[in-house]
């Protein structure tokens, strides 16, 4: 049998003291530790709120863009009609604290020099009211109609003034590259957008734009080692490619234009002038063969 040893007062006063000892230091560090959670638990709850709020705040502007051009514009041989102007804008809206709203006046066949004649274009003004207006028109109706230089130039002018006297900004946008501009009817065409740009600059307002989009794709064409076969919808039309891809190089020229801020009118006296920029000036003449642009 084993014989028990009795422990000596002094020691057993001394286990106690450390048992009661340890009985307190747990309970700090267990409030300690509550209070810990908790701070963090309301930290993060904070830090959420703050940031659910943040990404549901509206957006800081809404601009209205009205464009006016051809069935190009208006987004032939596109399945969806989704044109490189409207894939333009909706990728602008995406990346931006800017809501574009689309606002759709293309005319299918038509031409700067018709709709001038026939007034729509002011109506349009005075009714839809936009902040910025985008002329892309895709020329080869005029080059197929003969439309004389000087009554394109002339048609060209007013819808930049009227849409100025209505403090909206201008951006004469050129159509994409097709079959036609490229080949047998690239001459003509060069020298209608060169009208373009020379109207731009003779305006010399910080509130007009000349964006060269046929020259950004000819030369990320070239650049490729690609050809308009790559994007051919018809001979006057983009397939959904070049919309696609039309519709990326706009974008980036807006961007690069305009930073990632909203379109802005700009008063007249404005050290930034319009973006206008030389273009290769082609013989005149017409041998369009096709009867819609």
Same mark, same amino acid.
């Given at each position: ?8 007062? !002094? ?9 009661r000892l340890g009985w307190v230091a ?29 990404s549901l705040s509206p957006r800081l ?14 987004? &032939? ?23 574009? +709203? ?10 700067? +020099?018709?709709?001038?004649? $026939?007034? $729509? ?5 005075? !009714? ?8 892309? &028109? ?60 020379? =109207? ?25 080692h690609q050809t308009w076969k790559m994007?051919?919808?018809?001979? &006057? ?15 980036? $020229?807006? =961007? ?8 802005? &009118? ?28």
């Amino acid at each position: 049998m084993r014989r028990s040893r009795s422990m000596r007062p !002094e020691i057993r006063r001394a286990h106690v003291w450390r048992r009661r000892l340890g009985w307190v230091a747990s309970g700090a560090l267990l409030a300690v530790s509550g209070w810990c959670v908790g701070w963090l638990q309301s930290r993060d709850a904070s830090v959420f709120a703050a940031d659910g709020a943040a990404s549901l705040s509206p957006r800081l502007t809404t601009e209205k863009v009205m464009v006016v051009g051809g069935s190009m514009a208006h987004g &032939w041989k596109d399945p969806h009609d989704d044109s490189y102007l409207r894939r333009a804008f909706a990728a602008l809206s995406a990346s931006t604290d800017t809501t574009y +709203v689309y606002d759709d006046r293309t005319v299918v066949g038509g031409s700067p +020099v018709t709709l001038d004649r $026939e007034g $729509e274009y002011l109506a349009w003004l005075e !009714e839809d009211r936009p902040q910025v207006v985008v002329l892309s &028109w895709g020329l080869l109706n005029d080059i197929y109609d003969k439309t004389p230089l000087a009554a394109f130039r002339q048609a060209i002018a007013d819808e930049i003034e009227e849409a100025l006297a209505e403090h909206a900004v201008v951006l004469v946008v050129t159509s994409p590259v097709t079959k036609a501009t490229a080949t047998y009817n690239h001459a003509e065409d060069e020298a209608y957008m060169q009208v373009e740009s020379d =109207v731009v600059s003779s305006f010399d307002n910080p509130n007009v734009y000349y964006l060269d989009l046929n020259r950004d794709m000819t030369l990320y064409m070239e650049a490729h080692h690609q050809t308009w076969k790559m994007y051919y919808g018809d001979a &006057w039309h983009p397939n959904e490619a070049g919309h696609i891809l039309a519709g990326k190089l706009l974008f980036d $020229e807006l =961007v690069s234009t305009f930073g990632m801020g909203p379109i802005e &009118w700009q008063s007249t006296g404005s050290p930034t002038p319009g973006n206008a920029t030389g273009n290769a000036t082609g013989a005149g003449g017409a041998n369009a063969s096709q009867p819609v642009a």
